[in-house]
């Protein structure tokens, strides 16, 4: 326990003990943090892992931002901005939805307007914002039920005016790309930074635009959302493009695009700064030890080598070889390209729905020894801090007296129960464990 948990360097002891509890020092690459840290709580962090864990290209992919925190906070914006028209169709489904009767007039005007939409309404839970959004969207399909349903239910007072329904539409469409993105992150087992790096500058880009538009209302939103993905992009931009030049599919041809997109005339500026980021990265990588490939741990391989120079020529000895290696030094271009340049050169792959990016690199490890291990590191940094069932969370969990209670060896045996049951095998073990208190 820390004794002082709201100062600064609170946080650094507590990832300190972890890295030291859990042995796992120098082998963290990069944190995601579900709440974005102080100035202050970073200045402490990094000099701690610098101590602790060799520091890959000079800090800067060592603290990433939670997407899920990133998407939810710029969702309670909205639905903040909105707020009394999202009261106003509250009150409408629930007054449909909390008696039968009602319920059944809704759904007769609904046949006799003949209104094709197929969703039903539902009241929302107002600590996940993917229900308000749900509610949002089956409402303004079935205006025009809410329009007329006064004709048919007398005691129906309060229907939304047209007005209403216009900006409903307008939360809708600030809602929806912030939802899919969301949902990314509740049907993917392993997320990955490439899948983000294109949802979060899509919302950059729509909101940038956004900014501009005569509608006071749409331009009062979209630049409180600009400030949170524009920060939470500065932060993660390098990380994110560096993972998605690690895909054969893109490269950096969809850092280029997307940029251009996004930045416009200064894109070269930009777009310079992850080649020369990932490059630099790369020698960090070529500095460090690779180990032995398999041909060369065979012992195959040695008897093999015993067995040509038994055999009485001279061919493999150094006096063999002098003249074919100062024929190699004349011939071979001064400016060899690197595993990297040569990997980037490469014609891109089709963009296969069902490719296997981690497989790909497995294959390929044999030609790309030192980019593979890169590329390893990289795809497994989490864009993602929470579990499924919280990313659409608005309010922040706590823990209440009684789990902050519990042992640490308790929370981390529950943690990982949990996670080992969701994510584990059907085909697991049945075999009784022995748990001791």
């Given at each position: 326990?820390?004794?002082?948990?709201?100062?600064?360097?609170?946080?650094?002891?507590?990832?300190?003990?972890?890295?030291s509890d859990w042995s796992l020092e120098g082998r963290v690459f990069s944190l995601t943090f579900g709440h974005p840290l102080p100035e202050a709580g970073l200045d402490c962090l990094r000099p701690l892992l610098c101590i602790k864990n060799p520091l890959i290209?000079?800090?800067?992919?060592?603290?990433?931002?939670?997407?899920?925190?990133?998407?939810?906070?710029?969702?309670?914006?909205?639905?903040?901005?909105?707020?009394?028209?999202?009261?106003?169709?509250?009150?409408?489904?629930?007054?449909?939805?909390?008696?039968?009767?009602?319920?059944?007039?809704?759904?007769?005007?609904?046949?006799?307007?003949?209104?094709?939409?197929?969703?039903?309404?539902?009241?929302?839970?107002?600590?996940?914002?993917?229900?308000?959004?749900?509610?949002?969207?089956?409402?303004?399909?079935?205006?025009?039920?809410?329009?007329?349903?006064?004709?048919?239910?007398?005691?129906?007072?309060?229907?939304?005016?047209?007005?209403?329904?216009?900006?409903?539409?307008?939360?809708?469409?600030?809602?929806?790309?912030?939802?899919?993105?969301?949902?990314?992150?509740?049907?993917?087992?392993?997320?990955?930074?490439?899948?983000?790096?294109?949802?979060?500058?899509?919302?950059?880009?729509?909101?940038?635009?956004?900014?501009?538009?005569?509608?006071?209302?749409?331009?009062?939103?979209?630049?409180?959302?600009?400030?949170?993905?524009?920060?939470?992009?500065?932060?993660?931009?390098?990380?994110?493009?560096?993972?998605?030049?690690?895909?054969?599919?893109?490269?950096?041809?969809?850092?280029?695009?997307?940029?251009?997109?996004?930045?416009?005339?200064?894109?070269?500026?930009?777009?310079?700064?992850?080649?020369?980021?990932?490059?630099?990265?790369?020698?960090?990588?070529?500095?460090?030890?690779?180990?032995?490939?398999?041909?060369?741990?065979?012992?195959?391989?040695?008897?093999?080598?015993?067995?040509?120079?038994?055999?009485?020529?001279?061919?493999?000895?150094?006096?063999?070889?002098?003249?074919?290696?100062?024929?190699?030094?004349?011939?071979?271009?001064?400016?060899?390209?690197?595993?990297?340049?040569?990997?980037?050169?490469?014609?891109?792959?089709?963009?296969?729905?069902?490719?296997?990016?981690?497989?790909?690199?497995?294959?390929?490890?044999?030609?790309?020894?030192?980019?593979?291990?890169?590329?390893?590191?990289?795809?497994?940094?989490?864009?993602?801090?929470?579990?499924?069932?919280?990313?659409?969370?608005?309010?922040?969990?706590?823990?209440?007296?009684?789990?902050?209670?519990?042992?640490?060896?308790?929370?981390?045996?529950?943690?990982?129960?949990?996670?080992?049951?969701?994510?584990?095998?059907?085909?697991?073990?049945?075999?009784?464990?022995?748990?001791?208190?």
């Open positions: 326990m820390e004794p002082y948990p709201e100062s600064d360097n609170a946080f650094s002891h507590a990832v300190a003990a972890c890295i290209l000079n800090g800067q992919l060592l603290v990433g931002n939670c997407i899920a925190h990133t998407l939810s906070s710029m969702a309670k914006d909205v639905l903040a901005a909105g707020r009394e028209i999202v009261r106003k169709i509250r009150d409408s489904v629930k007054y449909v939805k909390t008696s039968e009767s009602h319920e059944e007039k809704f759904v007769e005007l609904k046949q006799q307007l003949q209104v094709p939409s197929e969703k039903s309404l539902s009241l929302d839970d107002q600590t996940k914002w993917n229900t308000t959004y749900n509610m949002l969207v089956a409402a303004s399909e079935l205006k025009e039920v809410f329009s007329c349903l006064d004709t048919s239910d007398p005691d129906y007072k309060e229907a939304p005016s047209m007005e209403d329904w216009r900006l409903v539409e307008t939360l809708c469409a600030f809602l929806k790309p912030l939802f899919d993105a969301a949902n990314i992150l509740t049907t993917t087992t392993s997320p990955t930074g490439i899948t983000f790096f294109h949802e979060a500058w899509k919302i950059l880009s729509d909101l940038t635009r956004s900014v501009t538009n005569e509608d006071p209302f749409v331009s009062s939103i979209s630049k409180g959302m600009l400030e949170k993905i524009d920060k939470y992009w500065r932060d993660c931009c390098l990380v994110l493009a560096i993972a998605v030049v690690m895909d054969p599919r893109f490269k950096m041809k969809l850092v280029e695009f997307s940029f251009t997109k996004i930045y416009g005339d200064d894109a070269p500026t930009y777009i310079k700064i992850v080649d020369d980021g990932i490059h630099e990265l790369f020698l960090e990588y070529v500095s460090l030890p690779l180990p032995l490939t398999p041909t060369y741990e065979e012992g195959n391989a040695g008897n093999n080598m015993k067995t040509d120079e038994s055999q009485g020529g001279t061919l493999l000895s150094d006096n063999g070889l002098t003249d074919f290696d100062m024929f190699i030094m004349e011939t071979t271009n001064q400016q060899m390209k690197s595993e990297l340049d040569q990997y980037l050169d490469e014609s891109l792959l089709p963009r296969a729905h069902d490719f296997d990016l981690l497989g790909w690199w497995k294959l390929n490890k044999m030609k790309y020894p030192t980019l593979s291990k890169m590329a390893r590191d990289i795809l497994s940094v989490p864009v993602c801090s929470v579990g499924q069932d919280s990313v659409f969370d608005t309010v922040s969990k706590e823990l209440d007296r009684y789990r902050s209670s519990l042992r640490p060896e308790t929370v981390e045996a529950l943690i990982c129960a949990k996670d080992w049951f969701q994510y584990g095998s059907s085909e697991g073990s049945t075999a009784l464990v022995k748990l001791e208190i």
